[in-house]
């Protein structure tokens, strides 16, 4: 079992940034690939972007290449999306969840976590 705890969203005007974190424990280790999704209400939740853990490479959605990031503590078991560049799209409540598979499918995501809102107010 992997536990995942979401932290970090709130309330953002348009163009402003916003760090989320992921903290994660258990069995971690039988899951390489961490990714973020969100779903905004009345949509299906969609891929944002993905890190594979053992190599500290990330791959993102084309609506947020450029202006988000993924990164990693791997000794806090962290991760975090750093949000810049806001808009008003991107709101929605954001997830965090685990794979070994490499997929931008959330249906093949193992773990996930309570999830973030995150709102952008123009």
């Known amino acids: 079992q992997v536990q995942l705890v979401e932290s970090g969203g709130g309330l953002v005007q348009v163009g402003g940034s916003l760090r989320l974190s992921c903290a994660a424990s258990?069995?971690?280790?039988?899951?390489?690939?961490r990714g973020w999704f969100r779903q905004a209400p009345g949509k299906e939740r969609e891929f944002v972007g993905r890190i594979m853990w053992s190599t500290d490479m990330a791959n993102y959605a084309n609506s947020v290449k450029d202006r988000f990031t993924i990164s990693r503590d791997n000794a806090l078991n962290t991760m975090y999306l750093q949000m810049n560049s806001l808009k008003p799209e991107d709101t929605a409540v954001y997830y965090c969840?685990?794979?070994?598979?490499?997929?931008?499918?959330?249906?093949?995501?193992?773990?996930w976590g309570q999830g973030t809102q995150v709102t952008v107010s123009s």
């Open positions: 258990g069995r971690t280790l039988t899951q390489n690939y």
């Open positions: 969840a685990t794979t070994n598979t490499v997929t931008t499918s959330p249906q093949l995501y193992d773990y």
